[in-house]
């Protein structure tokens, strides 16, 4: 199985690769598309998946959609999301998206399908196990993005300044967990370090049981708040992946990469911390402890075995 980073600035957007089956998860800014376009152009894709309404994940898949070139007939489509019609509105991030979105996938003749926990499913050798969100999950979603609609001369519009409680727009992010032959990659989009934990420990995994994997894709651009001590400790994992330029929002942050050194120092082991752009330096340079159970590598093709 191969993973496959594209350059996404301060966003994600992955391919997973067996043969000749391709999943897209997430799309990252709009100028990711090109990268996209040039893969999928000898690859077609099988499957995109969605995590959620941030426009750093979306941006690609509208360029995506509405490619006249891209057979939307020959793809499954994946994402949480409400049954409602909607416009674009502008770049900002907030629920507006997904309506948009899902307007632009029907207008060529596809559909979405949800996602929940516990739904299973299969590409080609690709074994997709959705852990999160949960439906309880999906129904706090659906009241944050109703009380955001108005309507102005019948048309159904969204207000101008967005609000959300909670933090719903990251926290009903969906988690994957893929399988191919003997591998596992966890997708943790940018959920909640506790959902995660969460997740994981309903599947029976603890800090004695860990969950085995060959690649974690670290949550929300290696985010402090999106990785826990309490998540690496039920994991079995030695490869991270961090998609991010390190632009506008300084991600990763150095507490994270904390967090990652004290475990790989505790298990007297080192990690691999794979990179999709050149910001070794500039980590480095904002830690202001020595780092030397990490290995920074900038690779955006990984071979997962």
């Known amino acids: 199985m191969d993973f496959i980073s594209f350059r996404a600035y301060q966003g994600d957007a992955f391919i997973i690769r067996d043969n000749n089956t391709n999943i897209l998860i997430d799309g990252g800014m709009p100028n990711t598309f090109g990268q996209i376009k040039s893969y999928i152009e000898e690859q077609p894709l099988d499957a995109v998946f969605v995590t959620h309404v941030d426009y750093d994940h979306l941006g690609g898949i509208f360029n995506l959609i509405t490619d006249k070139d891209f057979e939307v007939n020959t793809c499954g489509f994946y994402m949480n999301h409400p049954e409602f019609p909607s416009e674009y ?3 900002k991030v907030g ?21 929940t926990a516990e739904q299973k499913l299969k590409f080609g050798e690709i074994d997709v196990l959705v852990l999160s969100p ?7 979603l659906y009241l944050n993005w109703n009380k955001n609609i108005t309507y102005e001369n019948g048309r159904l519009k969204y207000k101008s300044k967005q609000t959300q409680s909670g933090d719903i727009i990251n926290s009903s992010s969906s988690i994957l967990l893929i399988s191919c032959h003997n591998s596992k990659i966890l997708m943790l989009g940018d959920s909640h370090a506790e959902t995660a934990y969460k997740c994981i420990s309903n599947l029976g995994f603890n800090a004695e049981n860990k969950l ?13 708040h999106n990785t826990s001590i309490d998540l690496l400790n039920i994991i079995d994992c030695n490869n991270f992946y961090i998609s991010t330029n390190g632009g506008r929002y300084n991600h990763p ?8 050194e004290n475990r790989a120092n505790k298990l007297n082991t080192t990690f691999n911390v794979y990179l999709n752009y050149d910001i070794e330096e500039d980590i480095r340079h904002r830690c202001d402890f020595k780092i030397t159970g990490l290995i920074f590598i900038e690779q955006c093709s990984l071979e997962c075995s």
């Open 89 to 91: 509105q502008g770049e």
């Open 212 to 224: 085995s994997l060959s690649l974690l894709k670290l949550s929300h651009h290696g985010s402090k």
């Open 134 to 140: 949960e439906k309880e999950t999906i129904k706090n």
């Open 95 to 115: 629920f507006k998206h997904g309506h948009t979105l899902k307007d632009l996938l029907e207008k060529r003749g596809g559909t979405f399908k949800s996602i």
């Open 253 to 260: 942050d150095v507490e994270t990469i904390q967090a990652l």
